[in-house]
Nanobody, 124 residues
Framework: VQLQASGGGLVQPGESLRLSCAAS????????IGWFRQAPGGEREEVSC????????YYADSLQGRFTISRDDAKNTVYLQMNSLKPEDTAVYSC??????????????????WGQGTQVTVSS
C-alpha cells in the first residue's frame, strides 16, 4: 500500500486547510486510514481515523470538533478538513493505513503503512 499525503501549507490562525491522503496499490486489506501529527519536539499524536468498511470515525478529544475526516471512494482518498486552525495545530501531518480499524489505540497502528508527511504551519 502506498499513501500520498498532500495539502499542507502556511495559514493564519482561524483559517482552514484540507489535507488529502491518496491510497494506491494493494488496498483490499486496508480497514482504516488515519491521520497523525507530530510537532517539533513532541510525540506523534493520532488526530483522526476513518474506518473504510463501516464509515465510523475517530477524533482526538483535543480537536474540539474543528476537524472532519471523510473519504472519496472513487478517488481512494481520505481527506482531513481542518477548520479554525490554531498555532498549536502546527505539525507535520502524516497518514497511515491499517488492517485493524479505528479506535484511538496505538496498537492498532503496529505494522501500518505510512505515507510521507505534509507540513502544516499556523502562524500570524
Amino acid at each position: 500500500v502506498q499513501l500520498q499525503a498532500s495539502g499542507g501549507g502556511l495559514v493564519q490562525p482561524g483559517e482552514s486547510l484540507r489535507l488529502s491522503c491518496a491510497a494506491s496499490g494493494s488496498t483490499l486489506d486496508v480497514d482504516a486510514i488515519g491521520w497523525f501529527r507530530q510537532a517539533p519536539g513532541g510525540e506523534r499524536e493520532e488526530v483522526s481515523c476513518f474506518s473504510i468498511h463501516d464509515g465510523r470515525t475517530y477524533y482526538a478529544d483535543s480537536l474540539q470538533g474543528r476537524f472532519t475526516i471523510s473519504r472519496d471512494d472513487a478517488k481512494n482518498t481520505v481527506y482531513l478538513q481542518m477548520n479554525s486552525l490554531k498555532p498549536e495545530d502546527t505539525a507535520v501531518y502524516s497518514c497511515a493505513a491499517n488492517n485493524k480499524g479505528c479506535g484511538g489505540s496505538s496498537w492498532l497502528w503496529f505494522g501500518a503503512y505510512w505515507g510521507q508527511g505534509t507540513q502544516v504551519t499556523v502562524s500570524s
